[in-house]
């Protein structure tokens, strides 16, 4: 396809790494599974937003705009990262925060990417759970505009067929990456939210004409919720990309069987993943996303519902800030003597 009709910011650290979890693979006795380390971008400790903010704000510069403004939940990945390029780019910046995991810890609510989101200068405002946060958002613009200012809202998680033109392109780097390296992926698993993500990968795998399967890991939605909304998301970013490729509906699979009580809830199979893979591979995942998706990467290996693939590829989306915010969750001091031997025994060998 031809890039150069859509302006794009240079600023993710690009292609990121494509690495083997030897230990984990050893431990789970399944498939050889490769980590697509998007938790390396680069920007404001890294995640799967850069990629998306390099053709949104790209566009808000495009269009004369001087003030960022877009929505998450309290520790959102998406506004850090927002955050630290709209401080880049000389852009005041207004984060909209939906309290969607109502605690009093401190640390949930001012460490981690709250924290960071501040230190990058933004305006913060912390709303109740439920709020209508499209609605909030359309008052802020307006009363921007009425300011004299010139507002661009990013939608959630940046998802929306500009944003996903970032995991178009992406679905391409690992595609190369992979021809590099020999590398045959049969499948590749992701945490899935916004859906921006897992749209962007499908249309640029059908774009290659290299229909890998791709199953998205829901951090919220139900299933039946989540597909309709992937598959829309993937024909409108097919056609703001001007592809004419079909996206076939069984090529959008969500599985959202490892979400328990709720988007950002901790669950204790979230838990364990996240400790296994720092203690055997000395990587971070977080407790929203990459947390509640390896665990369901491991339960469905362990179910042997992986069994027939060879190669599989789980995609990194970073998140590794909001570990900070969690702190009691985790507990760590409780199991600090023999950590290690723990990890092991929670991996069945
Ligand atoms: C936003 C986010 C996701 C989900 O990506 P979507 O495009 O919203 O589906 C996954 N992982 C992390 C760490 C995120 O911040």
Redesign the pocket.
């Known amino acids: 396809m031809d890039w150069s009709r859509f302006p794009r910011l240079r600023v993710a650290h690009l292609p990121t790494p494509l690495e083997p979890l030897e230990r984990l693979s050893a431990l789970l006795r399944g498939p050889r599974i490769w980590i697509k380390r998007d938790d390396c971008t680069g920007v404001a400790t890294g ?3 850069a990629r998306k903010l390099e053709f949104l704000l790209a566009d808000a510069l495009k269009v004369g705009a001087d003030t960022i403004v877009t929505t998450g939940a309290t520790q ?3 506004v850090r990262q927002t955050a630290a390029l709209s401080a880049k780019l000389g852009l005041d910046f207004v984060a909209l925060l939906e309290r969607r995991r109502t605690t009093d810890e401190p640390s949930f609510n001012d460490n981690g990417n709250v924290f960071l989101d501040r230190l990058f200068g933004a305006s913060t405002r912390i709303v109740p759970g439920g709020t209508d946060m499209r609605e909030l958002m359309e008052r802020t613009v307006e009363e921007l505009r009425a300011a004299g200012r010139r507002p661009y809202p990013i939608p959630t ?1 940046g ?1 929306n067929p500009i944003g996903a033109l970032g995991y178009v392109e992406a679905a391409g780097e690992l595609l190369d990456q992979a021809a590099r390296m020999g590398l045959e992926i049969d499948e590749i698993l ?9 749209a962007g990968l499908v249309v640029g795998l059908a774009a290659r004409g290299r229909p890998i399967p791709v199953l ?1 890991l829901s ?1 919220g939605k139900p299933r039946a919720e989540l597909e309709p909304i992937v598959l829309e998301m993937a024909k409108q970013t097919a056609e703001h990309a001007g592809l004419t490729v079909t996206i076939d509906p069984e090529a959008v699979r969500v599985d959202s069987d490892y979400v328990g009580g709720g988007y950002a809830l901790p669950t204790p199979d979230m838990i364990e993943a996240v400790k296994l893979v720092a203690r055997c591979e000395g990587i971070l995942l ?1 407790p ?3 947390g509640k998706a390896m665990a369901g990467l491991i339960a469905r290996i362990r179910a042997g519902r992986h069994a027939s693939s060879r190669n599989i590829v789980f995609w990194h ?3 590794s800030a909001g570990l900070f915010a969690y702190p009691e969750v985790f507990d760590l001091a409780a199991d600090a003597e023999g950590g290690f031997r723990q990890a092991t025994l929670a991996a069945g060998s």
């Open positions: 995640g799967n937003k959102s990945n998406h998680g998802s992701h945490p899935t939210g916004s859906a921006g993500t897992q998205g951090v977080d929203v996303y990459t989306t970073g998140g």
